[in-house]
């Protein structure tokens, strides 16, 4: 029913940045969240980053609260993170996340790889 699609993952130095982007396609829903999800080698799947269809209420896990930043263009079915001040321990896999909140069926995109050097 749905499909989406990361980009912007790749290679930056400690304190760099970079946006990644998931693009939605096929059916949607109106009552709905997007958002990010990570994973790293040997460890579980963990939460990042939501933000509500209407754009409010972003949320974000303590670690990375103060140096990313989630947004969305519903025009072209879009969400992005913006990641600075990046440090080592955010190397892994970025998987974009939506939920119909009134199902609470999800989604989930192919992942982007994320990499941190020091």
């Known amino acids: 029913q749905v499909q989406l699609v990361e980009s912007g993952g790749g290679l930056v130095q400690a304190g760099g940045s970079l946006r990644l982007s998931c693009a939605a396609s096929g059916r949607t829903f109106h009552v709905y969240t997007m958002g990010w999800f990570r994973q790293a080698p040997g460890k579980e799947r963990e939460f990042v980053a939501q933000?509500?269809?209407?754009?409010?209420?972003?949320l974000y896990a303590d670690s990375v609260k103060g140096r990313f930043s989630i947004s969305r263009d519903n025009a072209k079915d879009t969400v992005y993170l913006q990641m600075n001040s990046l440090k080592p321990e955010d190397t892994a896999v970025y998987y974009c996340n939506l939920r119909n909140v009134l199902s609470n069926s999800q989604y989930w995109g192919q992942g982007t790889q994320v990499t941190v050097s020091s």
């Open positions: 933000i509500f269809w209407t754009g409010n209420n972003p």
